[in-house]
């Protein structure tokens, strides 16, 4: 795996307590050679150093730029090397999406149908038996899983909108002027609008719930935090729904999910924080025929390693939460 980005020293920090994990190999082109821990200190008992080049693993997490990921993840793939990718590249199921959204074509179109959506809540048992699972985008995540009780139980209708803001990390850890201190600081600003990558996953996943769902508006918005996603969500009901059956509705949907929460009142991100865990939040505007959902996770944490983890532990066979925090860090 790629350690040398956020999500992928998320993951080295998180399976370092998984008990039936043994961590053996991490890379990193621009810091091949150098103990793990020179790059990341807090990683330094893990007394590991990064390789240019994967040695000899069980199973694979890349966490590589997207294109990147995919070209070199396929030779593992050819061997039947499990893996899951936490780029965008298998997430898509039309390979022309990757030339609009992503401006470059994809190597292996082949793999698009047999790459499973890693969202455990809707479909784990293909998760279980899948050789290739494509992590969810941090968005995405937060996002249907606020909006699939909804569109499962046929409710609303008409087009729905995503409005919903990010922490800082989620941007990476190469620079760029945008997450430079002094320019995020007290300050909040949407961006990509009509234009975010994560549009056609979002539209993709709830399509497949809803296939008569027309539309989907998804603005992201960057705020001066560290961690964190909280989308808002808005959609036309098509009848009466009183707010206390909408809550009920949710917590039927998501009796049982491990790392799913329905809370009586909306999440703080904070409330997310540093677990694996989705807080959502169902609530009805009946003067505008409207239910609004929200929902918090941790970007680093549901929203990429802590997912990714929690999908290989279903690809192998251990308990779904093996090896993962439930609790938030606080404050």
């Not at 593992?76 to 298998?90: C, H, R, T, Y």
């Not at 990558?197 to 296939?211: N, S, T, V, Y």
């Not at 983890?309 to 993962?324: C, D, H, K, S, W």
């Amino acid at each position: 795996m790629n350690v040398t980005g956020y999500a992928g020293a998320e993951l080295a920090r998180l399976l370092a307590d998984h008990p039936l994990v043994d961590l053996v190999s991490v890379t990193g082109r621009s810091a091949a050679g150098q103990k793990l821990g020179q790059v990341f200190p807090h990683l330094a008992p893990l007394d590991l150093a990064i390789e240019a080049e994967l040695g000899q693993v069980d199973f694979i997490f890349s966490a590589l730029p997207h294109h990147e990921s995919a070209e070199r993840l396929l030779p593992f793939i050819e061997k039947g090397v499990p893996a899951v990718d936490l780029s965008a590249d298998f997430r898509l199921k039309d390979a022309a999406l990757y030339d609009e959204w992503y401006a470059f074509r994809h190597p292996a179109p082949q793999l698009l149908a047999d790459a499973v959506y890693g969202l455990p809540e809707l479909n784990r048992a293909e998760i279980q038996s899948a050789r290739l699972v494509a992590n969810p985008g941090c968005y995405p995540t937060a996002s249907i899983l606020a909006l699939a009780p909804a569109l499962k139980a046929g409710i609303v209708t008409g087009g729905i909108i995503v409005d919903a803001k990010s922490g800082i990390s989620g941007a990476g850890r190469a620079l760029k002027l945008a997450s430079h201190f002094c320019e995020a600081d007290e300050d909040v600003c949407a961006y990509a609008i009509a234009a975010h990558r994560h549009q056609p996953e979002i539209f993709q996943a709830l399509k497949a719930i809803d296939g008569a769902m027309p539309a989907l508006t998804f603005t992201p918005h960057l705020t001066p935090m560290t961690r964190g996603i909280l989308a808002t969500c808005y959609a036309r009901l098509n009848g009466e729904l009183t707010a206390e059956e909408a809550v009920r509705l949710y917590a039927g949907f998501y009796a049982g999910e491990p790392f799913v929460r329905v809370v009586p009142e909306p999440p703080h991100t904070k409330h997310a924080s540093g677990s694996n865990a989705c807080l959502v939040n169902a609530a009805v505007d009946r003067r505008a025929g409207m239910l609004i959902v929200t929902a918090a996770i941790d970007n680093l944490v549901k929203g990429a390693a802590g997912q990714a983890i929690q999908n290989m532990n279903l690809m192998l066979g251990y308990p779904e939460t093996t090896g993962l925090p439930r609790l938030a860090r606080f404050p």
